[in-house]
């Protein structure tokens, strides 16, 4: 079945640095690759998807790159301020009538 | 809109009763998923619900159940617990509608801290 390896489990940066978590998976047949953010005591949020369709999706300073024949994706942050702490998980699907298949989960550091 | 709620929001029981958790999804949304986390293990995948039929399923055993309602509130039901139950589970509701925009965003409720002793 389909599986999702995301790397690093742990990512320590400098506040202002720019911090980036990949992931990849195993079905060619996805097409839904979103990343949840969660916070301490809270459940996961979404804040970022890419379809496949697309290569490279920006929200601020949040963005996701897509690579289809290598079946990888991975999430870009820049300009890490200390409210980017957290634990982000990316996600794979192959439409709305499957389950997401997640990733173990990056918990991300901002060092002041 | 009201978020995804979860009851109860912290549960403490003992080996071999059961429990059953609760979830409200936002208003409109047909999909309810249940997940599991525990520390080190990220989100694992319980089942989801859509319209009252379990639409996917995970690899746990067959102490985990759920059941969805008409107006799409779900209930999941642990028995016989175990010391290795003890997590957040967590409900998520999405639209699960073909065709949508935003069809695939899963919404999550604060989840239900369950405790075996």
């Known amino acids: 079945g389909e599986n999702v390896e995301q790397h690093p489990s742990t990512l320590s940066v400098q506040e202002g640095d720019s911090a980036v978590i990949k992931c990849t998976y195993s079905d060619s047949a996805s097409n839904y690759f979103p990343w949840y953010k969660q916070e301490l005591g809270k459940g996961p949020q979404l804040i970022i998807d890419i379809r496949s369709n697309v290569g490279e999706k920006k929200d601020q300073r949040i963005a996701v790159t897509l690579n289809k024949t290598a079946k990888h994706f991975s999430l870009h942050i820049t300009e890490t301020q200390p409210e980017d702490s957290a634990v982000y998980f990316c996600?794979?699907?192959?439409?709305?009538?499957?389950?997401?298949?997640w990733g173990a989960g990056t918990k991300l550091i901002i060092k002041p | 809109k009201a978020g995804v709620t979860q009851t109860p929001r912290y549960l403490i029981k003992t080996r071999g009763q059961q429990v059953t958790l609760s979830c409200s999804p936002i208003s409109g949304h047909r999909s309810v998923s249940w997940y599991q986390q525990t520390p080190g293990q990220g989100l694992q995948f319980l089942f989801e619900?859509?319209?009252?039929?379990?639409?996917n399923k995970g690899n746990f055993p067959g102490r985990f159940s759920g059941r969805q309602f008409s107006n799409s509130r779900s209930e999941m039901n642990v028995s016989t617990l175990e010391l290795g139950d003890s997590a957040l589970y967590l409900c998520?509701?999405?639209?699960?509608?073909?065709?949508?925009?935003?069809?695939?965003?899963?919404?999550f409720g604060p989840g239900t801290r369950l405790t075996v002793l």
């Open positions: 619900y859509f319209s009252e039929t379990q639409r």
């Open positions: 996600a794979a699907s192959k439409g709305s009538n499957y389950q997401l298949i």
């Open positions: 998520a509701s999405s639209a699960g509608l073909a065709g949508g925009r935003s069809l695939n965003e899963q919404f």
